[in-house]
């Protein structure tokens, strides 16, 4: 082993936010987790040699590594070199600079893995802390201890704390804040049965979890201290709503992580009763065995003990995830649905939105949870999908649509070809003319760095009439921009 | 040389964005820009051996060749394994996957180096392809490409030309458009004179010189093609206003550099007529000689040509921009003013913002650029003041304290010590009562891509009544809300 091959090589070199060209041991463990991910692949029926899988294995590895590399990192090193002597007041009548100016920064954006379910989650985090002993720390030091602990194994609340307590005793100030917002990605069951419970408090617009969480040291402890107030007005005045992070004082009962809400017990390695409904579940077949085996693998080399309390079931969750993009070729028809003309429906008064052109059908905002097959990562967001209807007035119903969507999401994919593929088989019932648009945010590319959390992708396919007549096309494209104007 | 000395070497470890430990003409590279920001350090009258400035030089490197790094980066080398095939349409009816179906990545967060003033600037960059020949690129290539030639020193139409170039050249598709958003910082003499035009077209919220370009390749090259329209409608979607790139299919006549505008002769390094007012500039002196002279040798350390059409006076407007911040212990006097109780004024109906508690005074979102002395990079933003009136009644007039505000910020600084000192000042007049809040984004933290565009520091200082009266302090903060609610 030792040294990295040149297709290893090659990759570490043209990528911008690879890891410096590692020593043994992280060669060895990227291709421990290269083997683990080969593992997962072959268990969702995939043949990892296939093009698009071909590097999978080395992607899933580098960006797992350098999402996790807060392991190695020491807060000790960011901290040292970084603390500057700075005057308080010289009457000390007050608070200000070196001793007790409170400083804030607000809005880091961070990402880190889900100890539970092994899932990238988002954070927006927020750190104050007052300066004492006449000595400031570098403001870009904030954000650099606070993304040690996010690039690691974590839950929100943990985090938090780790991050207070790790400012705490590297610069010694008077006292330490922290105030996170997170958000999770629902998995594709609460997704589905959920998707009409987007405006709900704890979801918010792009069908995430959120969690707001909150930590304190030193003076910030006392509740009523002045300086809590001072803290919360100046998050305020960037929009952050300290009253809902009030509500979260009191730490939630049970983990924030779906994962945790879902019977996964098939998954778990070995039967169990389900509390619930007292069935016993079978035990997990070969495959999800060695699945489950190969993400302890992972977790092992990314320098984790999967002993940990926290982490004991993570790989049967993660695996329970996954396998919910298990590659079938059988699987529409196993779905439930088979698209043909027999889902045709009469046009009713009710049931679908058209536009003012009476005969172009339209279905927005249909959700959607995929599986990008480049980093074995999520990518989410909507589906937008017009056509025209059959001569007879025949149209297709949205829970229709809606599953059609779902089976072309649920798999190793990528936005491509799920445009296509939605665009062809709506056209192969309806042949006239279809139109597809998809919206989506990748967690490959957020989680990565590449992209910022406001980034999004967007693809389009064009059949028939929609690619020969550009007046149906721009309709379409504006009823989807009143609909979102107007909140629809 | 050859290798890194025990100090380098750590800044290279603990430094969480930092470069791969170098190689010997890197190291180089670094110790020739050190060397030069020592020299700006001296012309600015500062001490380059002050704890806070110990280390700036070597910041300023990193820094400078990491923003850079693009020089190095080869875009065949991102492309390359980053292409695969994927399926068109097969009955070719229509545009889809990999023949014709339009991809774009919206809202790509760009930072690069204007190659006028050597400062950095912001960009949004929206990139559209239409895949071609059944094969399609991993979607963040799109970005990474892009990133390559934001990370050069740049100007928005060379930029926009170059990603939408190399893409072409590298994916081969039928046609590429980007499209750039970019935001240059304004100089202070432009940010102080223009503080009234924030509402103006072209700056924005926070003060900041907007340009936005556009470049096409391709099918894109022809305005009329029905894909322009499907490119920018998919913009529209995420609030990206297409009739505002309209108005720019035309380059602008000019630089969009604001150093572009002023006159700079007298930095020119040799004398100059003003082609405006026929006037002879005066020679620089020595020290900004060498300090120019410093400058060019940075940008040949970058592996830039200085003798580029495009960089031969970039050296002197660098320059001048620093010189802005030249440290002075009498600049006080010399900037016009002097604050004592001959600028207290008697209160007057108009002029002074008053809160509901009558006796203090509050003036919000004085505009303030600084430049801070770890990075050698502007941080700006705006201050917001509270006081209690002396007894007779008497205030202090809104321009004053924008003239104590410019003062305090224009030298190398750092927020907690802008934030007391201005307290201070205000204190030694009117001692009964201070409050100062400082908002600021810093341009060093968002370059080197410690936080993202939207993050944000805020510093406070209280004295007197405001450190012993919750209820005062309180009432302030909420003003602050209740004017930045209304669009103040």
Request: net charge negative; aromatic share 6%.
């Amino acid at each position: 082993m030792g040294a990295l091959d040149d297709a290893h090589l090659d990759e570490e070199l043209q990528d911008a936010v690879g890891l410096e060209p590692g020593s043994g041991s992280e060669t060895l463990s990227t291709c421990e987790i290269e083997d683990a991910v080969k593992v997962l692949l072959h268990g969702l029926g995939e043949d990892p040699g296939r093009e698009g899988l071909k590097k999978t294995p080395l992607r899933v590895a580098k960006a797992l590594r350098d999402g996790t590399r807060g392991y190695k990192q020491k807060v000790k090193d960011i901290v040292q070199g970084a603390l500057f002597p700075e005057a308080g007041l010289e009457n000390g009548m007050g608070c200000a600079g070196g001793a007790g100016g409170l400083v804030v920064v607000r809005d880091i954006d961070l990402f880190s893995y889900c100890e539970s379910c092994l899932l990238p989650f988002s954070i927006q985090c927020h750190v104050g802390y007052i300066p004492s002993g006449e000595r400031v720390v570098g403001l870009s030091k904030l954000s650099r201890v606070a993304d040690v602990f996010a690039r690691r194994l974590q839950e929100p609340q943990r985090l938090a704390d780790e991050i207070s307590s790790a400012l705490q005793s590297s610069i010694k100030p008077a006292g330490v804040a922290v105030s996170l917002q997170c958000w999770h990605i629902q998995f594709p069951e609460t997704l589905r049965c959920k998707s009409n419970l987007r405006h709900s408090s704890k979801l918010d617009m792009q069908g995430w979890f959120k969690e707001s969480v909150f930590s304190s040291s030193g003076v910030f402890k006392d509740e009523n201290h002045p300086f809590w107030d001072d803290f919360l007005a100046l998050l305020k005045f960037k929009g952050i709503d300290m009253e809902e992070i009030d509500a979260y004082h009191s730490p939630p009962a049970q983990s924030w992580c779906p994962s945790r809400s879902m019977d996964i017990s098939s998954c778990n390695g070995h039967s169990t009763r389900n509390p619930t409904n007292g069935k016993v579940s079978p035990k997990p077949g070969a495959a999800q065995t060695s699945m489950i085996a190969a993400v302890t693998s992972m977790i092992e080399a990314l320098g984790e003990d999967p002993s940990r309390k926290e982490l004991v079931g993570t790989p049967s969750r993660f695996v329970h995830w996954l396998t919910n993009f298990k590659r079938s070729n059988f699987e529409m028809k196993l779905n439930g649905f088979n698209l043909s003309r027999n889902d045709l429906h009469a046009k009713t008064a009710n049931g679908v939105a058209v536009t003012e052109l009476n005969e172009i059908h339209t279905e927005l905002n249909l959700p959607f949870c995929s599986q990008c097959e480049h980093h074995l990562l999520p990518f989410h967001g909507v589906v937008h999908i017009g056509y025209f209807g059959s001569d007879e007035g025949e149209i297709i119903q949205r829970c229709i649509l809606q599953s059609l969507v779902h089976f072309y999401g649920i798999k190793l994919q990528v936005q491509e070809r799920l445009t296509r593929q939605i665009a062809e088989t709506v056209y192969s019932v309806l042949g006239t003319g279809v139109i597809v648009v998809v919206e989506a945010s990748h967690i490959c590319m957020i989680s990565r760095g590449i992209e910022k959390v406001g980034s999004s992708t967007a693809t389009m396919a064009l059949l028939g009439r929609f690619s020969t007549e550009p007046k149906a096309k721009a309709m379409f494209l504006r009823t989807i921009s009143k609909h979102n104007a107007t909140g629809g």
